[in-house]
């Protein structure tokens, strides 16, 4: 048992020096995530700040419906004049016209009778639309409760009373913090991945046969990587919020939750890279197996495009996964909260990397009988 430990430790260290002293590491791994976060930080800064404010208000028509809820929905809309640009039509139809020839922005259609209902017309993802949806949503709220006098809505951070739930925290924070946290999430995958790919490749080499004819096992072989992979993206991580705190002045918030989202955050990332070597049986398609996978969940997860500009079905249908966990907990802790406020984050992570270590190690101990066979 104290030989296997000993041998785990040494192949972990050797892998984790392997990456660390690898030429291409500080560009891949250091001045690429750190230049996003710089890029995408001062291009989007305006959109994401507090006082965001469009270069003209939007053009909105409301259309006119007997029994419906314009004359509400209007008044309420005035009060974002900063915004929007608010005016009546006779019908419908005559408002879908005017969006589609792109006279107006955006429609409101409201539907007489109850609960009071509105649809919007426009572009889907567009900021107007996802300014009109925030808005909309506290207007029919204070429909339903008959308070439809002095509503005040500025950009998408409504807070939404009696019950609606909290702001999601990538609407309270700015372009910088969010690139932070969201190419921090992306590229935390792949640098688990640089030390499987090293693992993956050593076993099409002299190297792990030298290491077997000594008695190693697959087993143990896996686990110093695995162990490698995590404790390099844990460096990564550092690394990065340390750098990109002193450069853009991001605020990752208490160190205790956020060095709990970080390990889980690793963990789970290593045991993705761990299925996909484990999955793919020629050492050489895993380095692009893995960045096509990472590439696609880091758009998925919002590391890509904004979450505020995504559609709401697609932010909700990939909440669960656990680079999105990862970049909201982070989100959330930038904001303030505490470790029982990102618990469920934390959890998400948790299963993520129990789910994948399980599948990894499965498959990996199959393979690993053959060679012993």
Not at 42 to 58: E, G, N, R, V, Y
Not at 60 to 79: S, Y
Not at 222 to 244: D, E, K, N, R
Request: aromatic share 6%.
């Amino acid at each position: 048992m104290q030989r296997s430990l000993r041998i785990t430790g040494i192949i972990c260290v050797n892998q984790v020096r392997r990456v660390l002293t690898d030429r291409g590491t500080p560009i891949w791994l250091l001045a690429l995530p750190l230049a996003l976060i710089g890029v995408l930080g001062m291009s989007l800064q305006p959109l994401m700040s507090s006082d965001f404010a469009p270069s003209k208000p939007f053009h909105v028509v409301v259309a006119e419906i007997p029994g419906g809820n314009h004359v509400a929905v209007i008044e309420a809309l005035r009060g974002m004049e900063r915004f929007l640009e608010v005016a009546s039509v006779a019908d419908p139809e005559s408002a879908r016209e005017l969006v589609r020839h792109r006279v107006a922005d955006a429609a409101l259609i409201s539907s007489p009778g109850k609960p009071a209902a509105v649809t919007i017309v426009a572009a889907p993802g567009s900021v107007v639309a996802e300014v009109l949806e925030s808005a909309i949503e506290r207007i029919l709220l204070e429909i339903t409760v008959q308070r439809t006098e002095g509503v005040e809505i500025a950009h998408t951070q409504v807070d939404v009373t009696d019950g609606a739930g909290e702001t999601p925290p990538w609407l309270r924070t700015d372009a910088f913090t969010y690139y932070a946290a969201g190419i921090t999430a992306m590229f935390v995958m792949f640098a688990a991945h640089a030390v499987t790919v090293t693992v993956a490749t050593d076993r099409a080499t002299d190297a792990y046969a030298r290491l077997r004819s000594l008695g190693v096992k697959p087993a143990v072989y896996m686990l110093g990587g695995s162990l490698a992979a995590v404790a390099v993206a844990i460096l990564f991580v550092c690394t990065v919020a340390l750098i990109s705190a002193l450069l853009f002045g991001v605020n990752w918030g208490a160190l205790g939750p956020w060095t709990v989202l970080t390990v889980l955050g690793a963990t789970a990332a290593a045991g993705l890279s761990l299925v996909v070597m484990a999955l793919v049986p020629n050492p050489e398609h895993v380095d692009s197996a893995g960045s096509a996978i990472y590439n696609v969940l880091a758009f998925l997860g919002g590391s890509m495009s904004p979450l505020l500009v995504l559609p709401e079905w697609f932010r909700r249908s990939f909440a669960w996964l656990p680079n999105r966990a990862l970049l909201d907990g982070y989100l959330k802790t930038s904001l303030g909260a505490a470790a029982s406020e990102v618990s469920a984050e934390a959890t998400t992570l948790l299963v993520a990397s129990v789910a994948l270590f399980a599948l990894g190690w499965t498959v990996w101990s199959v393979r690993g009988r053959g060679e012993e066979a």
